[in-house]
């Protein structure tokens, strides 16, 4: 007899991102697998979030409330309709020796968050793990968003369905549901912050960026081009701070990348660095603001 070790090759390598689509809406990708071994390859698909032991991992308390800041949940924001909001097709099936695969990936979320997010696995005839793939994805009410930075939110959110009714209207008339969960709608914090790295030869600014986007979807297809702004510019100019787009439009579909840098100022010290607070304004088919707290701080190169 020969053995043979079974191998495939997969056209994505650790993460699939779906990026953002409104929420109620559907977005596809695919993908691709390869059988690069000798023989048949019978194969099937699994989903963590559809995992047999998936309740008992759930009453581990999630990294941010212990001692890791990193987001390592695989399985993160599920649909309130119980569905998953990641779908594959197809599941199972059988690849030939020297022929590929491929496989569609549907993202369905049911309601905005930022944090959908599950883990595929390809196994091998019912046994070995062959690859592993992140799957990710974000939803939105309205056709906007912001990324970058280190977004300042619990990145796991609860299952209880809340109203957007603040406490002092809900107690208008005397109507007060005791096991009602009110809220006011909350301004979005984004944390940049920006290292300026100290040597002895020309200074090179710190830099990071923003990402500002509009989704495109045929609900909105009507509206006029989405708009940005920024505030408390002579400030932040102050501090040493640049953005290298300050306002401007984004059309549907688009995403608009802004520089941030950092050169110390004069009167810098090094045991008060700045923190600057600026609010970034979004003007598309609503209003949105989002807290952009700029921070910075001097590194040694040595």
């Given at each position: 007899?020969?053995?043979?070790t079974?191998?495939?090759?997969?056209s994505v390598?650790?993460?699939?991102?779906?990026g953002y689509?409104?929420?109620r809406?559907?977005?596809?990708?695919?993908?691709?697998?390869?059988?690069?071994?000798?023989?048949?390859?019978?194969?099937s698909?699994?989903?963590d979030?559809?995992?047999s032991t998936?309740d008992?991992?759930?009453?581990r308390l999630?990294?941010f409330?212990?001692s890791?800041?990193q987001r390592t949940e695989?399985v993160?924001t599920q649909?309130?309709?119980?569905?998953?909001v990641?779908?594959?097709f197809?599941t199972?099936?059988?690849?030939v020796?020297?022929?590929?695969?491929?496989?569609?990936?549907?993202?369905s979320?049911d309601?905005?968050s930022?944090?959908?997010?599950?883990?595929?696995?390809v196994?091998?005839?019912?046994?070995?793990?062959?690859h592993?793939i992140h799957?990710?994805?974000?939803?939105?009410d309205h056709?906007?968003?912001?990324?970058g930075?280190i977004?300042?939110?619990?990145?796991i959110e609860?299952?209880?369905v809340?109203s957007?009714?603040?406490?002092?209207e809900?107690?208008?008339g005397?109507?007060?549901?005791?096991l009602t969960?009110?809220y006011k709608?909350?301004?979005?914090?984004?944390l940049?912050?920006?290292?300026y790295i100290?040597?002895?030869s020309?200074?090179?600014p710190a830099m990071t960026e923003?990402?500002?986007?509009?989704?495109?979807?045929?609900?909105?297809a009507?509206k006029?081009?989405m708009?940005f702004s920024f505030?408390?510019?002579?400030?932040?100019?102050?501090?040493?701070?640049t953005i290298?787009?300050?306002?401007?439009t984004i059309?549907?579909?688009?995403?608009?990348?802004i520089s941030?840098?950092?050169?110390?100022?004069?009167?810098f010290?090094?045991?008060?660095?700045p923190?600057v607070?600026?609010?970034?304004?979004?003007?598309?088919d609503i209003?949105?603001?989002y807290?952009?707290?700029f921070m910075?701080k001097v590194?040694?190169a040595?």
């Amino acid at each position: 007899g020969r053995g043979v070790t079974p191998s495939i090759v997969c056209s994505v390598e650790e993460v699939l991102d779906m990026g953002y689509v409104i929420a109620r809406e559907k977005m596809t990708s695919t993908f691709k697998i390869q059988n690069t071994s000798t023989l048949t390859l019978r194969y099937s698909i699994q989903l963590d979030s559809l995992s047999s032991t998936r309740d008992k991992d759930q009453q581990r308390l999630p990294s941010f409330i212990t001692s890791s800041l990193q987001r390592t949940e695989f399985v993160g924001t599920q649909n309130y309709s119980g569905l998953s909001v990641f779908s594959i097709f197809p599941t199972e099936g059988e690849i030939v020796a020297g022929k590929s695969q491929d496989f569609i990936v549907t993202f369905s979320p049911d309601h905005e968050s930022l944090y959908y997010s599950d883990r595929l696995k390809v196994v091998l005839f019912g046994k070995k793990i062959a690859h592993v793939i992140h799957l990710k994805g974000a939803a939105r009410d309205h056709p906007m968003f912001v990324e970058g930075g280190i977004p300042l939110d619990v990145p796991i959110e609860s299952l209880a369905v809340t109203s957007p009714v603040s406490s002092q209207e809900a107690l208008k008339g005397g109507n007060v549901l005791p096991l009602t969960l009110y809220y006011k709608t909350v301004m979005k914090s984004i944390l940049l912050i920006l290292e300026y790295i100290e040597r002895e030869s020309s200074p090179v600014p710190a830099m990071t960026e923003l990402k500002v986007g509009a989704i495109q979807t045929a609900q909105f297809a009507s509206k006029k081009n989405m708009e940005f702004s920024f505030d408390s510019l002579p400030l932040l100019q102050q501090k040493g701070f640049t953005i290298d787009s300050v306002k401007g439009t984004i059309e549907r579909g688009q995403v608009k990348r802004i520089s941030v840098s950092w050169v110390p100022p004069a009167d810098f010290r090094a045991d008060d660095p700045p923190l600057v607070t600026a609010i970034l304004t979004l003007k598309g088919d609503i209003k949105e603001s989002y807290r952009i707290l700029f921070m910075a701080k001097v590194v040694s190169a040595y």
